[in-house]
């Protein structure tokens, strides 16, 4: 969703010293929108004329992730007056966008001491940027349904950007990015261990037109909420269907991704009671289980003198998929390995209980151990 952009200036650049320490700061902090990305500075350039050794570079392009694609604007500040606030030269694609000084207290009130300057700026730049694009929209069956999704669901203003590509002869396609505001706190914390402060789900839909023809909607997950829901296999939102509005597929992408917690947060606590039952069932044979994910388990058992070890692996999806049992022999082995059989088809229902599935693991060894031990005899 980034682009990357040429010549990227890292912050030990050649800026003036007057003005450097508000470009490493961008560099460094600078996390703007809905999906906070590196912004990228390029192209340094100077605007003073001088044979002096010091870095004189007070000018460059600043590209920034906004709304699934990237904006870029220059910056210019002087070098000659290195206090005073930077001004800003944007894009032709934004042509038309001529926000009020006035309106942009930071730069109102620039602080030459204060190094988030820069950055305090650049957010308020983006707040006009968005009112901007909605401009565009005026009139439009897309401006209708983004007033109808703010008014009439949960998603707020701020949580959302919509970029308007224009050029000579058509407007389009249109762009909204939608942060999806999901309550993470029930995931268990052997899945959410990796997870930080960016934590995020957002909504990409593309209009091919204002009109909201040609509809192609698109989930990003940060990585650590992708692993913690079980990846991208797992999770498939709903395609955009002819005549449907965003105010209502929004809100079912969001009760999707509701679900999918649910169903973790649900799987995880299912998981947890069946190895504890299997645990207060069979403790003192236990080898080894998994008591942090709830995910494997083994015995050992005997049977008429013949020991085996028996292993459980507990899917994700438990127990709507039912786990795998393993037979092990502790004799015998086959092609240098220990002789193994796996069982994935046997009596079993998602509604037994933990102790019920105990029981009924019970009587499926007895069922099958004779035939195990002929089977890794003449392995």
């Not at 706190?185 to 040609?214: C, H, M, Q």
């Not at 650590?224 to 079912?252: K, N």
Request: charged content about 25%; glycine content about 6%; proline content about 7%.
């Amino acid at each position: 969703m980034v682009l990357g952009v040429e010549n990227e200036i890292k912050p030990s650049s050649p800026f003036s010293p007057g003005i450097r320490r508000f470009i490493d700061t961008l560099v460094t902090d600078g996390r703007f929108g809905v999906c906070p990305g590196e912004v990228k500075v390029s192209q340094p350039k100077s605007g003073c004329l001088s044979t002096d050794e010091v870095p004189k570079c007070d000018r460059f392009k600043l590209t920034i992730p906004y709304a699934g694609d990237t904006i870029t604007w220059e910056v210019i500040f002087d070098c000659t007056h290195p206090s005073n606030p930077p001004d800003f030269i944007f894009g032709v694609e934004d042509e038309g966008f001529y926000p009020n000084i006035e309106d942009i207290q930071s730069l109102v009130m620039w602080n030459p001491q204060d190094v988030k300057g820069l950055i305090y700026v650049v957010e308020e730049l983006l707040q006009h940027y968005r009112q901007f694009q909605l401009s565009l929209l005026e009139g439009s069956r897309l401006q209708f349904e983004y007033t109808h999704l703010i008014e009439h669901t949960s998603s707020k203003a701020e949580d959302i950007e919509l970029i308007v590509s224009r050029n000579e002869n058509r407007i389009g396609p249109v762009n909204f990015l939608i942060k999806l505001d999901l309550d993470l706190s029930k995931i268990p914390p052997i899945l959410s261990k990796d997870f930080s402060g960016t934590n995020s789900a957002v909504l990409l839909v593309s209009y091919s037109t204002p009109e909201g023809y040609r509809v192609s909607p698109q989930l990003f997950l940060s990585p650590a909420v992708e692993s913690a829901l079980g990846g991208s296999l797992h999770l498939r939102i709903p395609s955009f269907s002819s005549g449907e509005t965003l105010f209502d597929y929004v809100p079912s992408v969001y009760t999707l991704l509701k679900n999918k917690i649910k169903h973790v947060v649900d799987s995880f606590e299912k998981r947890e009671e069946y190895v504890s039952a299997f645990i207060a069932h069979y403790g003192r044979s236990v080898l080894e289980y998994d008591k942090a994910s709830f995910s494997t388990m083994a015995f050992l058992f005997e049977w008429n003198d013949f020991y085996f070890i028996f292993r459980i692996e507990l899917p994700s999806y438990f127990p709507k998929e039912q786990p795998v049992f393993y037979f092990q022999s502790i004799y015998h082995e086959t092609k240098g390995k220990p002789y193994m059989e796996m069982f994935q088809d046997y009596p079993y229902s998602p509604r037994w209980s933990g102790n019920e599935m105990a029981e009924r693991a019970r009587l499926f060894i007895l069922d099958k151990i004779g035939a195990f031990q002929k089977a890794s005899v003449l392995a």
